[in-house]
């Protein structure tokens, strides 16, 4: 690979920002994170969503909200679910507009939608939700987002729209 041809990052200086505005994280990077091309039309891709909203389906095990060090598990959300089947577990935002129209902060009715209209290919059968307070940056980095990295692979997802909470 020659100088010119390296992968693009859409933000080289993301983990300054990260740092400045989460004083304590204290994350650096010397690697940039490339930017993917898709290899195929939107219309023909798989899209999953990964956020850090807290949604799961109703019944399903609780995150630990008051761990002091976060909760670094995620939850598969089916993608044909619906909003009722759904149920948020965060203390951390507030939940008030989410619990009204749960799209405000995870859109699963849009994405549907979307693909229903064929302008993405699909859905992958399952979303992921986890909260998004996780004070350990190793561990939300080496477990939680390679887990749901696994996760999205297993679900041969073509695109992941990411999404925090």
């Not at 969503?49 to 389906?57: C, K, R, T």
Request: charged share 25%; proline share 8%.
């Amino acid at each position: 690979m020659t100088e010119t041809s390296k992968p693009r990052q859409l933000r080289s200086d993301v983990w300054q920002t990260v740092n400045e505005r989460y004083p304590g994280s204290m994350i650096s990077k010397e690697d940039l994170v490339p930017l993917a091309s898709l290899d195929k039309p939107l219309s023909e891709a798989k899209l999953t969503f990964i956020s850090s909203a807290g949604v799961q389906p109703v019944g399903t095990m609780p995150f630990d909200t008051v761990h002091p060090v976060g909760d670094y598990t995620f939850r598969k959300v089916p993608s044909d679910s619906k909003p009722e089947d759904l149920e948020i577990h965060q203390l951390k935002y507030p939940t008030v507009g989410a619990i009204q129209d749960l799209n405000v902060i995870f859109p699963i009715e849009r994405l549907q939608e979307l693909a229903a209209d064929g302008v993405i290919g699909g859905l992958t059968d399952n979303f992921f939700s986890f909260i998004g307070y996780n004070m350990d940056p190793e561990q939300m980095e080496l477990k939680l987002a390679e887990d749901i990295a696994d996760a999205v692979v297993k679900d041969h997802a073509d695109i992941a729209l990411l999404c925090p909470a």
